[in-house]
C-alpha cells in the first residue's frame, strides 16, 4: 500500500498543477466579460459570447482530442494542449491592437481547445488512478487546485486592466467625438496585451517542460474487472443511458457554474456595486467552491457516498438561485456567490457514475463527458438574451442613464435578477441524474 501510494504521489502532484492551470485560464472570463463589453461596444447578449466561444470549443475538439490522446500518447498529447493554449493567448494581442471582437473570440476558441485536449487526458487519468468508490474525492482534491487557481485568476487579472475611474469610463465616451471616442476604447482594449503575453510565454514553456516529465502508464480501462459478461456484449457507447443521462446533466451543471462564476461580477455592477469591489464577486464564488471541495475530501466516501452527495448539492442549487432571484442587493449577490458550495461536488460525483463500467467505451465516454462543457457556452447565452429582451433600447437606456441613474440601475438588476430563473431546471435535472438517472442501465 505504502509503495502504491508513493508511486501514485507524484503523478497526482503533476494532475494537481495541470488542473490549477485549467481553472487559472478558465476563471478570467469573469472579468473579460465586462471588459470586453465596453471595448467592443456590445450587448449583454454579444458579450457572453466570451463563454460561448470559449466552452463551445470543448463540444468541437473532445472527440477530437480522443484521437489526438490516441496517436500522441498521454504525455505528449498535455505537451500539445499547452503550447495550442498559448497560441490561443497570442491571439490576444492582435485583437486588442485591432480591437476586433471575433479577433477575441477567436483566441478564446482556441485556448478552449487547448484546454478540451488537457481535460480528455487529465480527467480519466485521475478517476483510474485508484478505487472508483473513491474517485470523488481525487477529483476533488485537483478540484481545490483548480479553484485555488480560479479564485486568484480574476483578482490577478483585474489588477492589470482595472484602474481607478473605470466605473465612470463609458460615461465619459458620449459626449466625445468619434475620433477620439475610438481612440480611448484602443486604449481600454490594449490593458490585456501584457497579462496574455506573459501567460501565452508560460503555457508555451510549459508545455516544452511537459515533454521531459516522467508520469507512469496507467491502462483507461482500468475499471473493466466490473463489467459484467452482458456489458461486454455492448456495442456502442449509446447503449449505456446513465452515460448520456451523465452527459446531459454535466452539460447542465457547466451552464449554472459557468453563470454563478461569469456573471456575477456583471450582476453585482448593475446593483449598483463600483468595479472596485465587484471584480473579486468571482472570487467569492470560487471560494465557496472551495470550501465545498474540502468539505467532500473530509466526507466522500467515509460519511456519504457520492451520489448522496449530489442530491444534497443539486438541492442547495435550487433553494441559492430561488433566494438570489427574491432577496436583493449585497444579499442577492451573496447567494449567487454561494451557489460555488452548491456546485462543488457535482463535477467530482457526475463523472466516476456516468463513466463506470464502460471498460473499452471509456476514452469515448470520456469525451462525450467533456462534450457537456458546451453546457458553459449555452446557458449563459441564455442569461444574457433574457436581459436583453427585459430591457428598452439601449439608445432608450443610454439616455435614461443620464437623466435618472436610479431607474437605469433598477431596470437592469431586475431583468438580470429575473435571469437567474435560468439555474433552476438545470439543479432538478440534476437532482434526478443524483436519484435515478445514474442507475439506468448500469448492471449491478
Known amino acids: 500500500m505504502n509503495a502504491n501510494l508513493k508511486s501514485s504521489l507524484f503523478p497526482l502532484i503533476i494532475m494537481g498543477f495541470l488542473f490549477f492551470i ?45 484521437w489526438i490522446l490516441k496517436k500522441t500518447g498521454f504525455k505528449n498529447g498535455i505537451s500539445i494542449s499547452l503550447i495550442i493554449m498559448g497560441i490561443g493567448a497570442i491571439v490576444f494581442i492582435p485583437a486588442a491592437i485591432t480591437r476586433v471582437y471575433f479577433y477575441f473570440l477567436t483566441g478564446l ?13 487529465v480527467n480519466p487519468y485521475i478517476t483510474v488512478l485508484g478505487p472508483i468508490e473513491s474517485a470523488a474525492k481525487r477529483i476533488s482534491i485537483m478540484g481545490i487546485a483548480n479553484k485555488i487557481a480560479g ?8 489588477y492589470f486592466i482595472v484602474k481607478d475611474g473605470d466605473d465612470t469610463f463609458k460615461d465619459s465616451l458620449i459626449n466625445l467625438s468619434e475620433t477620439a471616442k475610438q481612440l480611448k476604447l484602443d486604449q481600454w482594449a490594449s490593458r490585456v496585451i501584457n497579462p496574455y503575453i506573459v501567460m501565452s510565454a508560460i503555457l508555451i514553456l510549459l508545455g516544452i517542460a511537459m515533454k521531459f516529465i516522467k508520469l507512469p502508464k496507467i491502462n483507461l480501462s482500468a475499471n473493466k474487472e466490473t463489467i459484467t459478461e452482458n456489458d461486454n456484449k455492448k456495442t456502442n ?29 456583471r450582476y ?5 456595486f463600483e468595479m472596485e469591489y465587484a471584480k473579486a464577486f468571482t472570487t467569492y464564488t470560487l471560494t465557496a467552491m472551495l470550501i465545498g471541495y474540502i468539505l467532500s475530501i473530509v466526507l466522500i466516501p467515509k460519511y456519504i457516498s457520492q451520489q448522496k452527495a449530489l442530491q444534497i448539492s443539486a438541492i442547495l442549487g ?17 447567494f449567487i456567490a454561494v451557489l460555488g458550495l452548491a456546485n462543488a461536488v457535482v463535477w467530482p460525483a457526475i463523472w466516476p457514475l456516468a463513466i463506470a463500467k464502460l471498460g473499452k467505451f471509456t ?26 429582451l427585459a430591457l428598452p433600447s439601449t439608445e432608450i437606456l443610454d439616455k435614461l442613464k443620464l437623466s435618472d441613474i436610479n431607474k437605469f440601475n433598477e431596470l437592469n438588476a431586475n431583468a438580470a435578477q429575473n435571469a437567474y430563473w435560468v439555474l433552476v431546471p438545470g439543479y432538478l435535472f440534476i437532482f434526478y441524474y443524483a436519484i435515478k438517472g445514474y442507475k439506468i442501465g448500469k448492471n449491478t
Do not use: R
Not at 22 to 50: D, R, Y
Not at 237 to 264: C, K, M, N, R, S
Not at 318 to 334: E, K, L, R, Y
Open 22 to 66: 485549467l481553472g487559472f485560464v478558465t476563471w478570467l472570463n469573469g472579468i473579460l466579460i465586462p471588459h470586453l463589453k465596453i471595448a467592443c461596444e456590445l450587448t449583454n447578449f454579444q458579450s457572453l459570447f466570451v463563454a460561448f466561444a470559449f466552452y463551445i470549443s470543448f463540444t468541437v475538439m473532445a472527440l477530437p482530442s480522443s
Open 109 to 121: 476558441f482556441i485556448l478552449g481547445s487547448g484546454m478540451a485536449l488537457l481535460q480528455t487526458a
Open 151 to 158: 479564485a486568484i485568476a480574476p483578482l490577478i487579472l483585474a
Open 237 to 265: 457507447i449509446f447503449q449505456f443511458p446513465y452515460l448520456i443521462l451523465g452527459v446531459v446533466a454535466l452539460f447542465f451543471y457547466v451552464g449554472v457554474e459557468v453563470i454563478a462564476g461569469d456573471t456575477i461580477i
Open 268 to 272: 453585482g455592477q448593475f446593483l449598483g
Open 318 to 334: 435550487v433553494i441559492f438561485s430561488v433566494m438570489a432571484i427574491f432577496t436583493n442587493g449585497a444579499v442577492s449577490v451573496f
Open 363 to 388: 476514452n469515448t465516454g470520456s469525451a462525450l463527458l467533456i462534450m457537456a462543457i458546451s453546457g458553459g457556452a449555452i446557458l449563459p447565452l441564455l442569461w444574457g438574451k433574457f436581459i436583453d
